[in-house]
């Protein structure tokens, strides 16, 4: 049984809405490469929905979104969990349509947006969120810089992948430490029986060894190392 099944059935009727939406939404923007209901149950609801186990092992409090696009994972969290959420993305047309969407849904301000870079943002709601999710945004190192200035102590970064190879976690197991953050959770399963996932939890431990934010886009053209 997939976690939507365990939904109530109020909460369910509000993802599905959501995802109708935005399939709805994408004849106008670009929200998702999806364009059928059964697809998007599959691999936007039931996907976002694989990480509520790690977002209710964060404290209380509110949660973002890194690189939303069409409010996953962020907006089935939300109404899953009960938890406040910003959706960010750096991409207006996006954000200004989800913000659309979460009106629609009665879902204001429970669910708010930001459109702009997650470096802009962390300059002025540092140690805001109590967990990040991000879903296929970029690679660990560059997650973990970004995420780093906007988790509170004890913060978790909670990151949905497919595949991860070897050298990618060993470049984030040199540039945790850095950042004031530790591998705690590394779950691999089926989604659907078909399609690999794997989540991996980073805890904010401490203090950044270096200054952070760095300039918007240093982080992907010059990633930290050790």
Known sequence: MGVFETLSSKQQALVQEHLRLVIEANQRVNLTRIDSVD???????????????????????????????????????SIASGREVVLIDARKKKM????????????????????????????????????????????LPVLLELASPLLMKDGLLICYKANVDDEELAAARRVQNMVGMSLVGDRSFLLNDEYQ????????????KVKLPRQEGMAQKHPLSE
């Open 96 to 139: 200004d349509a989800v913000s659309e969407i979460v009106s629609e849904l009665g879902l204001s301000p429970q669910i708010s947006t930001y459109a702009g870079r997650a470096e802009l943002f962390a300059r002025t709601q540092s140690k805001r969120f109590v967990a990040l999710t991000v879903r296929a945004l970029s690679q």
């Open 39 to 77: 697809e998007g149950m599959v691999l936007h609801v039931e996907d976002s929905l694989s990480g509520l186990e790690e977002l209710n092992a964060a404290p209380e409090g509110m949660f973002g979104d890194l690189g939303s696009g069409g409010g996953f994972p962020g907006i089935p969290l």
């Open 197 to 208: 996932r794997r989540i991996l939890t980073f805890k904010k431990t401490a203090e950044p």
